[in-house]
């Protein structure tokens, strides 16, 4: 399941401002003919989608179009939920919209706390070794993988990857924009 914010390309028509959507959804298919879509869920907080919310499709060639929940039901698939939207009455309305993203501002998500980060808050972050000194910084965070892992550009071993697990840092603070490595920064580089 990926989450995060979708970052649009400035070429394809998207201003700097469009960068700053974060996905909840993914409209996967049109189901029958009443304008029924299966939407794939890409948030940790389903209760977001309920009759009434509102949202945005996000195509990868177009500015987000304003879009609101007229009905919605369970699939057997927990992480799946078959919506209406108001106004996209039946198949032939929906259709265009299959493949596109339901985004929110990054504003409006959830808080995550201080132990807590989505992929996009980590990157930036210095990255201290055991006695306080830097020795890189997080470029980004690969959350998708079935292990999750920093990807760190380190001033003197170039690109590190650090698996993202509390037993290999001392401290993680995004109020401090750090994250404090518990063994030297060695131990995660490959032998040549």
């Not at 989450?3 to 998207?14: L, P, T, Y």
């Not at 890409?42 to 949202?55: H, I, K, S, W």
Request: proline share 7%; with cysteine.
């Amino acid at each position: 399941m990926s989450r995060g914010v979708f970052k649009f390309s400035a070429a394809s028509g998207q201003t700097q401002d469009q960068s700053e959507w974060v996905a909840v959804g993914k409209l996967l298919k049109a189901v029958g003919l009443d304008g029924w879509v299966r939407v794939g869920i890409l948030t940790d907080y389903p209760d977001r989608f309920a009759p009434g919310a509102e949202f945005h499709f996000q195509t990868r060639a177009g500015s987000p179009v304003p879009c609101k929940i007229a009905d919605i039901r369970e699939h057997y698939n927990e992480t799946i939920v078959e919506i209406r939207f108001e106004g996209l009455e039946d198949r032939d309305a929906v259709m265009p919209f299959t493949g596109a993203y339901l985004v929110i501002p990054k504003s409006e998500r959830a808080p995550a706390d201080d132990q807590s980060f989505y992929p996009d808050e980590i990157q930036g972050l210095d990255l201290l070794s055991p006695e306080g000194k830097k020795v890189g910084r997080v470029v980004r965070l690969e959350a998708d993988a079935p292990s999750p892992y920093l990807v760190i550009d380190s001033t003197e071993y170039g690109e590190v990857l650090i698996p993202f697990r509390k037993a290999f840092f001392a401290e993680i603070s995004k109020k401090k924009a750090l994250l404090k490595l518990k063994d030297d920064l060695t131990v995660h580089v490959p032998e040549e």
